[in-house]
């Protein structure tokens, strides 16, 4: 049931709050049921092609579980022509954009994974999806120290801690500079006369 899937996405968002979206798009209908969240309370998103003009319905759930309905702009969609299913229905493993504008009008990056049902055939498209700004939070968050700094590469593009400092900036610029030569090594890298203990950890993907 795609709402009830959707109610289910709701629910994990309300006590998961470093994830923006949680979806799962159906290849044969094209129908999606997601949920994100840019507010208090998560929002339910549902949509088929075939119906409502394609235009996704949305409703605010409330905590108490009653829930009111949210009226934006919103063209139709289906999730079958969008880059992220695409690479995901090529291959058996996550996959991860580059980080693109969402519809709320915030930067983010969607992880996603085809899905199989009992018999092995595919059924569609999962995907999770996070804020650039979340993800700032919670590489500061997982700085192990003082003087080091934690940062993501997405394509060619950095999303570094929030409120980074000129120092670290500059550690991650000289970094990547050296990317080729560092690529999936552990080891000590001096910058600026200042030694950095350099490890790196590749995210499942393409």
Known sequence: ????????FVERLRYQNNL????????????????????DDPVMNISCPGENDGRPREFVMHADGTRSSLTRPV???DPRNRAWYTMAMEQDKDVWTDIIGFHEGRPGVTVAR??????GA???????????????QFLRES???FS??????????????ADVTAMESNAVSYAVSKFDELKNQTRIIN????????????????
């Open 148 to 161: 080091s700094v934690v940062f993501l590469m997405v394509g060619d593009q950095i999303i570094y801690p």
């Open 191 to 206: 910058i600026k006369g200042i030694p950095y203990y350099w490890d790196m950890r590749p995210l499942p993907g393409p």
């Open 143 to 145: 700085q192990p120290a």
């Open 75 to 77: 063209p139709p969609y």
């Open 1 to 8: 049931n795609q709402e009830a899937l959707a109610a289910y």
């Open 122 to 136: 595919v059924i569609g498209v999962m995907t999770v999806d996070f804020f650039t700004d979340t993800i700032r």
């Open 114 to 119: 085809r899905v199989r049902d009992g018999q």
């Open 20 to 39: 923006a979206w949680i979806s799962m798009s159906f290849s044969e209908s094209g129908c999606f049921a997601g949920a994100w969240r840019d507010r």
